[in-house]
């Protein structure tokens, strides 16, 4: 043992070397582990069953891979990336720069470290060399000298092939590109939230990347990294993140894990940690789930006190509907690996939520209410955009309900991952027209101030630097987060109705909608290879591998030939 507290272990011979830890008490943290090239450590809680320890590698010690770029000075000491970026920043000056970043020019020109979100710390590796400590997320960069300097980034990127495409009118291509390249930057060990903050995976936000993931990049490792490091804890002691809505979208995450990219092994590995969370869900449910220390939802204001985040009595309808659309996740979930005694206490208790859920529901509004025992707190679009995606309602009613979405009424959502959501629940309701118009007020509103990454919230109301406070901090609002990577799959999506209709995509559903009346075209990779479907000359043409099959369409519009 060193005076660190380290204990280094130094084999000098080929074998095997068994480590084994005690601690004092249940509560004791274990110490940590950092395997060393060219050991390769595998961990175990019971001594016999083994399994790779740090799956992916360790966040904080494996490099990724980096790309040397230069940038433009486009003012005295402004200097442009020409996109978001995340790196270590180089500069050569004889002298200690003054330096700045930002993910905007406003952010740029801050000099206060107190107000700064991320490190402007620099360190001199070299005479003259200067390095910032850890890589930053940014655009632009501010260095101020005495006397010439040199100024470069060693970016760092995962490396992923495009497998998808989509291709529709200008504005739509570049969204679409867009938050591809938003969802690349937050690909790194695991699925991030963002490269600015917090850098760490978010169950929530899963749901959206995991969905942007299989229609862009088509990778299953990182999104098994994901789903393996949020559910390692389990849920004894708080939920997952620590909200009670993340706990239900991880297990949303993982039925739509498999419905992409079919992986029964993965599921075998994890299911018993998956089944006991099931179990704590079914126990502490009657058939409504206790909100817990926190749920999340989303950011918006209660509409009762506009001063404050809305709290869980008003998201009471929205957590219990999520609830429900878990269970039925669950349920598959059991029903792959066979355990149909769990699958069947998921189901039952379901279908006593969806009754007592219908019982909520407000007929004279045509809504679901913010919470049926407080009627005064009045209605939020999330429980009835969850109540359209869970399937919770019959289409008939969904299509009735997100016509009440359409307008103003109420407030809109707070971020680009429940806008996300609204737009695909105006998809299923039928409501293309709708669904796509949203689509470009939001993400074309963000690529009209500037954007080559999409934004953790975008207000259209806001003008100004405001836009770019979060959290009361001037600072706050991620300008990359990959809740807001949704086109990518949501364009696909909206125009060709192409999704799984089987794990691994072995039967899949193309349903284009009245939206096809141009030239467009898309390419969905899945795991037994791409589906390429295009317009020409007002007929829809396929290609797909042999090995997966095409459902009937349900409705077209439009003659389709099969070319694949």
Known sequence: ???????????????????????????????????????????????????????????????????????????????????????????????????????????????????????????????????????????????????????????????????????????????????????????????????????????????????????????????????????????????????????????????????????????????????????????????????????????????????????SEEKESALQILFFQALEAAARLAERRQDTRLAERCRKRAGELKESLLRGFDARHGLFPANPARPELGFYRHANILAVLSGLVEPAMARAIMEKLCDDELPPVGTPYQAALEILAFHRAGLHETALARLRKIWGGMLRLGATTFFEAYDASQTGNERYAFYQRPYGLSLCHAWSAGPAALLPILFFGCEPAADGWRTFRIAPSPLCRGNEAATIPTPAGAIRLWREEGRLREEFPPEITPEEPRSTGHPVRRDG
């Open 1 to 311: 043992m060193q005076s660190d507290g380290v204990f280094r272990l130094h084999p000098e011979r080929e074998g095997t070397l068994l480590l084994r830890v005690e601690t004092g008490s249940d509560g004791e943290l274990l110490p940590g582990i950092l395997p060393l090239p060219p050991l390769g450590w595998e961990a175990s809680s019971d001594g016999v069953h083994f399994e790779t320890a740090l799956p992916g590698g360790d966040p904080a010690g494996d490099p990724l891979p980096t790309l040397r770029l230069t940038a433009e000075e486009y003012a005295p000491g402004r200097y442009d990336f020409g996109r978001e970026l995340i790196g270590t920043v180089r500069i050569h000056s004889e002298t200690r720069p003054e330096f700045g970043f930002g993910e905007s020019t406003f952010e740029l020109e801050n000099r206060d470290p107190a107000r700064s979100e991320q490190s402007l710390e620099l360190v001199e590796v070299a005479p003259g060399c200067w390095e910032t400590p850890g890589a930053l997320a940014f655009r632009y960069l501010r260095v101020e000298a005495l006397a010439p300097v040199q100024v470069e980034c060693d970016a760092e990127f995962t490396p992923e092939c495009y497998r998808g495409a989509f291709a529709a009118d200008a504005e739509l291509n570049r969204i679409w590109m867009c938050s591809a390249y938003t969802l690349r930057l937050c690909i790194r060990h695991f699925l991030i939230d963002g490269i600015k903050r917090d850098r760490l995976p978010w169950a929530g936000d899963l749901a959206l990347s995991l969905l942007a993931n299989a229609y862009t990049f088509a990778d299953p490792e990182p999104v098994r990294r994901t789903l393996t490091i949020l559910g390692d804890a389990g849920i004894e002691e708080q939920h997952v993140n620590g909200a009670t809505d993340y706990t239900l979208w991880l297990l949303i995450c993982h039925d739509l894990y498999l419905r992409y990219f079919e992986d029964p092994a993965f599921l075998e590995r994890l299911y018993p940690g998956i089944a006991a969370m099931i179990d704590r869900l079914l126990e502490s449910s009657t058939p409504f789930l206790p909100p817990g220390s926190w749920v999340f939802i989303d950011w918006v204001a209660s509409r009762q006190e506009p001063e404050r985040g809305w709290n």
